[in-house]
């Protein structure tokens, strides 16, 4: 699945699932990008699922390993691997998933690692072991039944919403007292536009 600014939504995947071109183009995952998936492990699924943060479809290059496992009584196992070698394993001793029982998980791109948080609470962080930017391809397999994936640009949302505020000056019809933006004279804003010559 490419990684885009723009938000994403993908429902039902059929897994395994992996793809990262959008109309031929190449899109590389950035900081603010947020990944949402929504789904539910089953039994009959098997009792572990991974989800690949990598370069292009091969294996070989995976930036964030993220794989919830059900086997000796449930942990999670987070890696990277590079040239086909896998690094040292990051190993949480706990399971926050269950089977039968629907789950979020969220990974959020920030400048030191993936922040990830399961159906809205903290569960780890990530530290990147090598530039995020090289990733372009998510890709998911093993044992669950995902219902959605959500990709957006966290950063772009807050600079909507900033530019919405800027935007959203009081109404002339506002009574006077609510008022505190007051427009600067002419002259304010011709000094502001004027030319400063050396």
Known sequence: M???CDQLSVVNPVIPFSR?????????????????VKGM??????????????????DNDIAFHFNPRFEDGGYVVCNTKQKGRWGPEERMMINPF???????????????????KVNGKDFTKYIHRVPFHRVD?????GGVE?????????CA??????????????????????????????????????????
């Not at 990262?20 to 949402?36: D, K, M």
Request: aromatic share 12%; proline share 7%.
């Open 20 to 36: 990262h071109t959008q109309g031929g183009v190449r899109y590389n995952l950035q900081y603010g990008h947020q990944i949402i």
């Open 157 to 198: 949302s807050s600079l909507q919403r900033m530019i919405s505020e800027v935007q959203s000056y009081p109404s002339p019809c506002d009574s006077t007292e609510s008022k505190e933006w007051k427009p600067k004279p002419p002259s304010y804003l011709q000094a502001i536009a004027a030319p400063i010559n050396p």
């Open 146 to 154: 995902v219902t959605q994936i959500n990709i957006k640009d966290t």
């Open 98 to 116: 269950q089977m039968g029982i629907p789950f979020e998980i969220s990974f959020l791109v920030e400048n030191s690692g993936f922040q990830v």
């Open 137 to 141: 391809t998510i890709s998911f397999i």
């Open 2 to 4: 490419a990684l885009i």
């Open 41 to 58: 492990f089953l039994q009959s699924y098997g009792t572990s699922f991974q989800v690949n943060f990598q370069t292009g479809f091969s």
